[in-house]
């Protein structure tokens, strides 16, 4: 490590798996093989930068571009998948609001274990406990359970416990918003103060001002990556104008995607229910298949994606096919027909109903169709109160 750096992290990489419909059970594993399918998401990639001791350093990009990742890496609360982070002295965070708090143990207590995750033996935390407990302007709750507390209440505690365990580093993630306006300046004070007492500082934050007046240098991540970095002035300037151009472009792209929909003039004429014999049908036997024809009408040809939603006759949803792992999509021109086949229907005995929404590619609504399937299911033969649609799509 470089002498003369707090921090250093050099060529981390940080990816998720996004599961769409994990099996959590064997069962599951054994019925569903192709359930678990996932969706592998780079939130960080070959980031790289450094932090001088008693440097105040702001993070700042739009949500999801990595900042809050890079923070829980500096702590150690996760890994990356390759690259190297070190630090150099004891570590403090604030990350999230209350975490590590016992919510039915009470305010002094919850000191004394929060305080010990940040290192502290219980002889140094007795003699800090009292400053702890007046910074949070907490005497009258203090020992109270903190289940009780308001989110203010819970915010003053932790930071009251963060900025007194004599941390060399401290990270902080979005939370100096939370409280008053007068607790907020206590804050922003105290936060001055450890700046000149030589505390290395990492702040998260979407308050331009607040950066501006804490910090020494910005960095401003892009889809993990580094965009631009140096003084928060110069940064916050090319920060801003970029999202004044995404907030342009976006607005013209959603009006012309909204007017193109709308010129797709889709329409549903006629719906019909078929068993498996072809047979029309509004009625079916528990175990029969169902089979759905749709006949659409659409002015202008597009691929569209499907979802479709199983209603009982009191409104209870029993199938949403938003939460199914596969997206569908048909390409739809001039007149022609959908089919849609429900397989191995186990329903209890009663009337349904299908609603039908056709979006674009880019999610925006082309039409809905609300109750324009409808069949009833009779001869149950299930057990009472038990639920399964499978379902498969054949266009």
Known sequence: MEQGNAIEVKNISKSYKIYYDKSNTLKDKVLFKNRSHYEEREILQDLS?????????????????????????????????????????????????????HPDMTGRENIYINASIF???????????????????????????????????????????????????????EILAVGDSNFQLKCAKKMQELKRAGITIVIVSHSMGQIEELCDRCIWLDKGKIVAEGTPQYVHKLYLEFMGQVRTERSEKERQLAEEAKNLELSIPKVECKN?????????????????????????PRNVSVQFTVFRSDYMMCYDSRTDAQKQKVLLKGEGVMQLQLKSV?????????????????????NSFERICQFDVYNETTEKGMFRMNHEWNF
């Open 119 to 173: 290192g502290l033996n219980k002889k140094e935390i007795d003699s800090r406990i009292n400053e702890i407990i007046k910074f949070s302007e907490l005497e009258e709750f203090i020992d109270n359970p903190v289940r009780t507390y308001s989110s203010g209440m819970y915010m003053r505690l932790a930071f009251s416990v963060a900025i007194n365990v004599n941390a060399d580093i401290l990270l902080i993630d």
């Open 276 to 300: 498996n014999k072809g047979e029309s049908r509004v009625a079916f036997e528990i175990g029969e298949d169902i089979n759905i024809t749709l006949h659409y009408k659409i002015k202008k």
């Open 346 to 366: 186990q329903l209890l005995l009663g009337h349904y109903m299908i609603d039908f929404a056709f979006y674009t590619e880019e999610g925006h609504l082309i």
């Open 49 to 101: 930068f450094s932090v001088k001791k008693g440097e105040a350093v702001g993070l700042i990009g739009h949500n999801g571009c990595g900042k809050s990742t890079t923070l829980k890496l500096l702590t150690r609360i996760i890994y990356p998948n390759k690259g190297e982070i070190q630090t150099e002295g004891r570590v403090s965070s604030l990350l999230e609001l209350g975490a590590g708090f």
